[in-house]
């Protein structure tokens, strides 16, 4: 699965609606990648009838509560009527904005339990030579997915992006997206037994045209989570084709 994570952008539905429909229209032949697009959340209802079942709306974040009294939330029950089939949820960006362990483990569930798919964002801020990264990554994993059973995993992604690739100019190497991807499959497997390997793995940080192909044929993911070049129609169908080619 290939996920673009527009952020804040772009600044009209105008624009929205052109991305929308020309990385649609390239893809629609596509049929072995799943494709996701994760608008702001003010362009997801007039997006809604853009979405198919295979190039499908998701979300940058959803509250956990169905109602009530929550300034500036949007529930996941809300989305749930626009079609929208994915919520990335912990994403770093929103994490350094104050985002608890907590409150992720509350999205994650009311995500799944709508029968929606969570995208649970982990990653480091740094790497350190004693590997003390590994044991972060891993508390990240288990307090994400604390209150999420093994019924649910078929709604669960992973999507492992370490902070300082993410915005950044350079993406990991595909080695070492490899060493992480067989860590958090073991991750996966301690907590829900072999269920665990239906979970999907996905790199994100700084991810491109170039780079793409050698991450995700070396990498051992299953997809790839695109922040900036998920906003240019061209390089978007680029990094899907090259995980469209892979054989399945
Ligand atoms: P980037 O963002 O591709 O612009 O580095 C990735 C992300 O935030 O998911």
């Given at each position: 699965m290939v996920v673009g994570n527009w952020k804040m952008n772009p600044q009209t539905l105008l624009e929205a609606k052109k991305l929308a429909l020309a990385v649609k229209l390239s893809t629609?032949?596509?049929?072995?990648t799943q494709i996701v697009f994760c608008p702001p959340i003010v362009y997801v209802s007039p997006l809604a009838p853009v979405a198919t079942n295979n190039f499908i709306l998701g979300c940058q974040d959803a509250f956990y509560e169905p109602s009530g009294s929550f300034t500036g939330e949007v529930s996941v029950t809300q989305l749930h009527q626009f079609k929208v089939g994915f919520v990335i949820v912990g994403h770093s960006e929103r994490r350094k904005k104050g985002e608890t362990e907590e409150t992720i483990t509350k999205k994650v569930k009311a995500t799944v339990a709508q029968g929606l798919t969570a995208i649970v964002c982990v990653g480091e801020d740094k790497r350190d030579a004693s590997g003390e990264y590994l044991g972060h990554i891993k508390d990240q994993i288990l307090s994400a997915l604390k209150d999420t059973t093994k019924k649910y995993v078929d709604h669960i992604v992973i999507a492992y992006e370490p902070v300082w690739a993410v915005g950044g100019a350079k993406a990991m190497g595909s080695r070492e997206v490899h060493e992480m991807a067989i860590f958090i499959r073991k991750v996966l497997r301690d907590l829900y037994g072999v269920a665990g390997d239906s979970i999907r793995i996905l790199y994100g940080g700084a991810v491109n045209p170039t780079n793409a192909p050698e991450i995700i044929s070396?990498?051992?993911?299953?997809g790839l989570l695109v922040g900036?070049?998920?906003?240019k129609a061209k390089s978007f169908v680029d990094i899907i084709k090259s995980v469209d080619a892979l054989p399945l």
């Open positions: 629609r032949l596509m049929r072995k070396s990498g051992f993911i299953q900036r070049e998920s906003l």
